[in-house]
């Protein structure tokens, strides 16, 4: 079992940055692939980004690439996306997801409870 815990959501202006963390409990973390995913208000959840249990490995959507970056820290069981250059269409609730395959899509074993962001023009 992992049980994940999302932070650092806020409201930034258009342009602006926000780290996101994502702490997870279980002696297993590094051993598990780790991915961000958001869902906007009446659209479904898409995929954000993904790095492989080492953090050697990543995959970012097409939407966010050159602006987020994903980075885990296994020693502190965390994984954190940096967001930089942010535009309202960021806005969402941005969740962090485990799973033992290194996916890009939704079929995360694990999910945390979400962490909203709020980027205004």
């Known amino acids: 079992q992992v049980q994940l815990v999302e932070s650092g959501g806020g409201l930034v202006q258009a342009g602006g940055s926000l780290r996101l963390s994502c702490a997870a409990s279980?002696?297993?973390?590094?051993?598990?692939?780790m991915g961000w995913f958001r869902q906007a208000p009446g659209k479904e959840r898409e995929f954000v980004a993904a790095?492989?249990?080492?953090?050697?490995?990543?995959y970012y959507a097409d939407s966010v690439k050159d602006r987020f970056t994903i980075s885990r820290g296994n020693a502190k069981n965390t994984v954190y996306l940096q967001m930089n250059s942010l535009k309202p269409e960021d806005t969402a609730v941005y969740y962090c997801?485990?799973?033992?395959?290194?996916?890009?899509?939704?079929?995360?074993?694990?999910w945390g409870q979400g962490t909203q962001v709020t980027v205004s023009s």
């Open positions: 790095i492989n249990w080492s953090g050697d490995s990543t």
């Open positions: 279980g002696r297993t973390f590094r051993h598990y692939a």
């Open positions: 997801a485990a799973d033992l395959s290194f996916l890009r899509t939704l079929e995360y074993d694990y």
